[in-house]
């Protein structure tokens, strides 16, 4: 069985905030997946579809057979690097807040 897989490296968003719509469309058809992903409303969800769709154009430019019966396999959302931000604060301090990012993998089979 053949493995088509996409990546989304440096994503900016948690991977805390991403992960639960992972959650959701672990072990499902890509069709299916991306037809779930379509009712939420949320940034992270936007971001999966888009790696899942890019998956799928994978596999049809590999002249995949039943691309409609494509599962997904595995499904990561990892924790990216951090940058560091600083905003200032009351009576000339400040304070640090970090950007996070992260990386997601989808592979089809």
Do not use: W
């Amino acid at each position: 069985m053949a493995v088509y897989r996409a990546e989304h490296r440096y994503a900016q968003m948690s991977a805390r905030k991403i992960r639960p719509y992972a959650d959701l469309v672990r072990q499902r058809t890509a069709d299916e997946a991306l037809e779930i992903l379509s009712c939420y409303p949320s940034r992270g969800a936007r971001l999966i579809e888009k790696v899942i769709r890019s998956a799928v154009a994978n596999a049809v430019d590999r002249r995949a057979m039943n691309v409609e019966h494509l599962v997904i396999a595995l499904i990561t959302v990892d924790g990216g690097p951090i940058a560091k931000r600083f905003r200032p604060k009351a009576r000339g301090s400040s304070s640090i807040y970090l950007k996070r990012l992260s990386h997601i993998t989808v592979e089809l089979e």
